[in-house]
């Protein structure tokens, strides 16, 4: 991919860009993160805190496997960061539980 570097002192007109299966997962050298809870709303379901209908959606790896488009999962991260209540796992670093866990 051709392009023109939009950072200061860098005339680099050349650009790389990687693709992964979804499938597979992410080793600790890697140097891209596979957003494999990141997927294509085909089933058109709503995200539980707004009830919008988007074409990309993140799904919780809960047993629900509830899901909330991007726009209400920043927002929950944002708060969620300003409370202090990111959980820290001893594999994937820190990270937020299910934002539909309590809704009865």
């Known amino acids: 991919v051709h392009g023109l570097c939009q950072s200061d002192g860098c005339h680099g007109n050349e650009a790389e ?12 050298d890697e140097l891209s993160v596979a957003l494999d809870l990141i997927i294509t709303n085909s089933r058109d379901v709503p995200c539980i805190a707004c009830c919008d209908i988007t074409d990309v959606v993140l799904v919780f790896q809960c047993s629900e496997r509830h899901v909330i488009c991007l726009d209400c999962f920043h927002r929950y991260c944002q708060t969620r960061l300003s ?17 539909g866990r309590g809704i009865p």
């Open 17 to 28: 860009f990687y693709m992964k299966c979804a499938s597979h997962p992410t080793s600790e």
């Open 83 to 99: 409370e202090r209540q990111f959980v820290s796992h001893p594999v994937i670093g820190y990270s937020l539980p299910c934002a």
